[in-house]
């Protein structure tokens, strides 16, 4: 009884323990999908004070209860959420996701703050997240991304959606 007691109280102290991880000021966007509640952060990649030209991205999942912080899988980089550099120089890059090559990001400098832009239909937005809504078959498919962010002109929080 008394070692019952004492897991029932570690288990729970453990439990009241558990921190959410901090989403660095570096966060330029993030990537969500309706399939679960785990997300993709993607941060600016800095090397000496300049944007790295290589890996201008750090892309990484957060569990959905936030607690955990794990690396994109080889499959998830090569197919879905890697990012490719178009181009690049130490103040500025084009990139854009392995699994949609028609979306460019711009990442550059803001108002002083390192951002994501992209141009939808005659605006550019400075990005903040994107949603898929996936289609569960035997092999999931994407019907529609959302993309969110301020429009960099009117300062008008903007939803584009594209269609699969």
């Known amino acids: 009884m008394k070692n019952f007691i004492i897991t029932t109280l570690l288990c729970i102290f453990s439990c009241l323990t558990v921190q959410a991880i901090v989403i660095p000021k570096e966060h330029i966007f993030k990537f969500e999908r309706s399939t679960n509640t785990n997300y993709i952060c993607y941060d600016i990649n800095l090397k000496d004070g300049k944007l790295n030209q ?4 750090n892309a990484y999942w957060i569990s959905s209860n936030e607690t955990e912080k794990n690396p994109l899988t080889f499959f998830d980089r090569k197919m879905a959420f890697g990012i490719k550099v178009v181009s690049s120089n ?37 990005l903040s997240k994107m949603f898929a809504q996936m289609k569960q078959s035997i092999y999931p ?13 009117t300062g008008e929080a903007r939803r584009e959606r594209i269609m699969n």
């Open 141 to 153: 498919k994407c019907e529609y991304v959302d993309i969110y962010g301020t429009d960099i002109e």
């Open 90 to 126: 130490e103040h500025e890059a084009r990139v854009h996701m392995t699994a949609y090559k028609a979306l460019i990001i711009r990442i550059c400098k803001h108002k002083g703050k390192w951002v994501g832009i992209v141009k939808l239909n005659g605006h550019e937005l400075i």
């Open 54 to 57: 290589k890996e201008p991205l």
